[in-house]
């Protein structure tokens, strides 16, 4: 049976704030691994290139912890799951069933 997580708001805020670090730092490892890809990864490389900022729009507690995330992009790109699934991926061993989801695609301007 799954576990049902019960967080009050101020919880609920500091867990924002650590998931938001998370993030930022996992984006950033991300795009320091990036300068190691070849030719083979160009697609993967012009997802992150095209990546201004990641910020959470919301989180849901419930059976899972899940995270809206909307992504403030310099591009035309609309495909940004290989990134999303690569924050999911990093985060797992500090937030435990912990579902990353794509809320807003914004483009800066």
């Known amino acids: 049976?799954?576990?049902?997580?019960?967080?009050?708001?101020n919880q609920l805020q500091?867990?924002?704030?650590?998931?938001?670090?998370l993030i930022d730092s996992s984006l950033n490892s991300i795009r320091e691994d990036s300068e190691e890809w070849g030719l083979g990864e160009m697609a993967e490389i012009d997802e992150i290139e095209s990546i201004d900022s990641?910020?959470?729009?919301?989180?849901?507690?419930?059976?899972?912890?899940?995270?809206?995330i909307d992504i403030h992009t310099n591009s035309d790109r609309e495909d940004?799951?290989?990134?999303?699934s690569e924050i999911q991926y990093r985060?797992?061993?500090?937030?435990?069933n912990i579902k990353v989801f794509?809320?807003?695609?914004?483009?800066?301007?």
Do not use: C
């Open 1 to 9: 049976m799954a576990t049902k997580y019960v967080i009050n708001d």
């Open 14 to 21: 500091v867990l924002g704030n650590h998931i938001q670090s």
């Open 54 to 68: 990641i910020t959470i729009d919301r989180i849901v507690p419930h059976i899972s912890i899940k995270v809206y």
């Open 80 to 84: 940004f799951d290989s990134v999303r």
């Open 91 to 96: 985060l797992e061993p500090w937030v435990p």
């Open 102 to 109: 794509i809320n807003e695609i914004i483009p800066d301007k």
